[in-house]
């Protein structure tokens, strides 16, 4: 199973990082619809927000799959930090989509 992690600050509810592990395991390798969505979804988000807004996040990609970590850069300024919880909130509402029908192979939570 995917499990996808959105951390959120307390204080204004922005995304602030989130982390992906595990493996859908819905078909064989290569022939994985859900996580090839999963991994569609998060790769187009974070090139996104790179390519739109300029930031450089954290990223750390594991070399086997079945680990992604985004974690905002400290230092965004006002408007590329807009940019950016914009396209994150977009990939949260695609992420959800394919948790509610494949809600055996993906869970989503947030915690703050």
Same mark, same amino acid.
């Given at each position: *199973?995917?499990?996808? !992690?959105? !951390? /959120?600050? =307390? ?8 982390? *992906?592990?595990?493996? #859908?395991?819905? #078909? ?7 996580? #090839?969505?999963?991994?569609? $979804? ?8 790179? #390519?739109? !807004? ?17 974690? *905002? ?5 006002? $408007?590329?930090?807009? =940019?950016?919880? @914009?396209?994150?909130?977009? *990939? $949260?509402?695609? @992420? ?10 993906? /869970?989503?939570? !947030?915690?703050?």
């Amino acid at each position: *199973m995917i499990k996808a !992690t959105i !951390t /959120r600050s =307390k204080a204004d509810e922005s995304i602030t990082s989130f982390q *992906m592990t595990g493996h #859908a395991e819905f #078909a064989e390798k290569g022939q994985d619809l859900v996580c #090839a969505g999963v991994s569609a $979804v998060v790769f187009g988000s974070v090139n996104s927000i790179i #390519a739109l !807004t300029g930031l450089d996040p954290l990223l750390d990609i594991g070399e086997e799959g079945g680990y992604f970590s985004f974690e *905002m850069p400290v230092d965004t300024d006002p $408007v590329s930090f807009e =940019k950016a919880q @914009l396209l994150l909130e977009g *990939m $949260v509402v695609s @992420l959800e989509t394919i948790e509610r029908d494949y809600h055996d192979y993906v /869970r989503i939570s !947030t915690k703050k």
